[in-house]
């Protein structure tokens, strides 16, 4: 018993280099795709169901690696987050995003709003206001057109700071959405105390609406909750006709999924190629 429990040890101990190696081959990795442009993004529409029209794009960061596979951002924004290459990251995208969303207005002179994922890490910055309408500027977007979507985190430990950086940047006329909300823990509490104009359902909630009651009561709630606080709501991850049925006759007006359309590239997700009549 005591040698296999040397071994195991062994084991381990060895496992955790290999990670810890990894780790760090990722990191490399990761700063030369940074610097070499390897990175990119995807658009994703999220549409108005009674109209069947596009109200606007989600961008989505895409990584493929020089050997040909794609890394599922799931597997490396949380490094970028704890290393910090985030903030320098989410820069990149919010200028690229920015000026893909003028370039569309301005050629289809039609007022898509463009939505930019913002990691709490960036948020933190204490310049983070100040960066965020400085690249607004530079691009030229009408700010009123830009959505930042902040996902629930225990990063976000000053509510007071994160509430003045954001009323800031409101002030301007970006506005703010919630994302994955229900996921959490402290969803609520973060309506309560953040200025939010926009709630994004998790979909974990849609994912089982057709069967769940639960799910369903869940949605609904949400649903008449959010409206009642003059906020949008956009349902997202919905897959099939039965779960959008549902969605209408909750009354849930903004959808995004792949139903409609999965992530795309900028000139397969361009406006006059893509639009949902
Ligand atoms: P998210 O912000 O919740 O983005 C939605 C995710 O759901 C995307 O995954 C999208 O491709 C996927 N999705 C959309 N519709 C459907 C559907 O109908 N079915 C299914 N199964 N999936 C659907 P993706 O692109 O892999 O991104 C994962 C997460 O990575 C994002 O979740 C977001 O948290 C993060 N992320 C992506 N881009 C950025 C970025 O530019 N900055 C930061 N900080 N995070 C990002
Ligand atoms: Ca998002
Ligand atoms: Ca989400
Ligand atoms: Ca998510």
């Not at 496992?15 to 610097?35: S, V, W």
């Not at 939010?196 to 979909?203: A, F, H, Q, T």
Request: charged share 25%; hydrophobic share 40%; net charge negative.
């Amino acid at each position: 018993a005591r040698s296999n429990g040397k071994n195991s040890y062994l084991l381990f101990d060895g496992q955790m280099k290999l990670e810890l190696l990894e780790k760090r081959k990722l990191e490399e990795d990761m700063k030369e795709a940074f610097a070499n442009e390897d990175f990119d993004l995807h658009y994703q529409q999220q549409v108005h169901v009674p109209s069947g029209s596009v109200k606007g794009y989600e961008a989505l960061l895409r990584w493929e690696h020089p050997c040909g596979t794609f890394i599922p951002p799931s597997d490396w924004i949380p490094l970028a987050e704890e290393t910090g290459h985030i903030v320098a990251i989410g820069d990149w995208v919010l200028r690229k995003a920015c000026l893909t969303a003028k370039r569309w207005h301005d050629d289809a002179r039609n007022a898509f709003t463009m939505s930019v994922n913002i990691s709490a890490l960036q948020l933190m910055q204490p310049d983070f206001a100040d960066r965020v309408l400085a690249i607004v500027a530079e691009t030229g977007l009408n700010p009123c057109l830009l959505i930042l979507e902040l996902t629930e985190t225990l990063l976000i430990q000053s509510m007071e700071t994160s509430k003045n950086q954001l009323n800031q940047i409101r002030e301007r006329g970006v506005r703010i959405a919630l994302d994955d909300f229900g996921k959490g823990f402290s969803s609520l509490s973060y309506i309560k105390q953040l200025p939010i104009d926009i709630v994004k359902i998790d979909k974990s909630f849609l994912d089982h609406i057709e069967h769940s009651l639960v799910d369903r009561a869940v949605v609904e709630s949400i649903i008449s909750l959010v409206q009642r606080i003059d906020m949008e709501v956009v349902a997202e991850g919905v897959e099939d006709q039965e779960q959008l049925r549902i969605l209408q006759e909750i009354g849930c007006h903004y959808v995004q999924g792949y139903y409609y359309s999965r992530p795309q590239p900028e000139h397969i997700a361009f406006p006059g190629n893509a639009f949902v009549s």
